[in-house]
């Protein structure tokens, strides 16, 4: 069956940075849309990032655009996201999500938990 | 930027009762329309995915309408396990992937 692994999370202080990393098993990886959203405690979901099976192809929400980078390993059936300047409000759970057919988010990992806190 | 507005933002209901959540987006997003489920410290569900297409295993008291702008969660008959937060997200186009705010459902 499929899984989804997120790790990396943890506290942080503001400004710092993190690399979450999301294990994919059960799927064809590299042909698939994979993605990041994210969950402040007590809110809602909040979609932060897009890539292609090949990498060649990225999106960002502009609340990440230019502090998050999301890339891929196909080999190591991997999924990444570096976050730099941390901000408090980054403050959440972040979920790695498999994008199926119609861009429906078919497949969720048990997310990682990021503190951004000084 | 696609906007996704859900109403109402919770509601109480009892068991058994018929549950109608709505979910209204800022432009047409033709049938690209998702809704999800989610439990207390759990990964939110697929439940209805294209508007109207119930996922496998997602039980038939659940469907999804709607095409456009404007779109409609319901619940027929409510169960125990169906008290949750609901979300509505349309993947219309290129992202970003918005998500409606949710709806909570709670017993009455």
């Known amino acids: 069956q499929v899984q989804l692994v997120e790790s990396g999370g943890g506290l942080v202080r503001p400004g710092g940075s993190l690399r979450l990393s999301c294990a994919a098993s059960?799927?064809?990886?590299?042909?698939?849309?994979m993605n990041w959203v994210r969950q402040a405690t007590g809110k809602g979901l909040e979609w932060l990032s897009y890539?292609?099976?090949?990498?060649?192809?990225?999106y960002y929400a502009d609340s990440v655009k230019g502090r998050f980078t999301i890339s891929r390993d196909n080999a190591k059936n991997s999924l990444y996201l570096q976050m730099n300047s941390l901000r408090v409000e980054d403050t959440a759970v972040y979920y790695c999500?498999?994008?199926?057919?119609?861009?429906?988010?078919?497949?969720w990992g048990q997310g990682t938990l990021v503190t951004v806190s000084s | 930027d696609i906007q996704m507005t859900q109403s109402p933002s919770s509601l109480s209901a009892s068991v058994g009762d018929r549950v109608t959540i709505t979910c209204r987006a800022s432009?047409?997003?033709?049938?690209?329309l998702n809704w999800y489920q989610q439990k207390p410290g759990k990964a939110p569900k697929l439940l209805v995915y294209?508007?109207?297409n119930l996922q496998s295993g997602v039980p038939s008291r659940i469907s999804g309408s709607g095409s456009g702008t404007d779109f409609t969660l319901t619940i027929s008959s409510l169960q125990p396990e169906d008290f949750a937060t609901y979300y509505c997200?349309?993947?219309?186009?290129?992202?970003?992937?918005?998500f409606g705010q949710g709806t909570m459902v709670e017993i009455k």
């Open positions: 999500v498999r994008s199926g057919e119609m861009g429906t988010a078919n497949y």
């Open positions: 059960g799927l064809a990886f590299s042909d698939s849309y």
């Open positions: 890539i292609s099976g090949s990498g060649g192809t990225i």
């Open positions: 432009q047409s997003i033709i049938n690209y």
């Open positions: 294209g508007a109207s």
């Open positions: 997200q349309q993947t219309y186009s290129a992202p970003p992937w918005t």
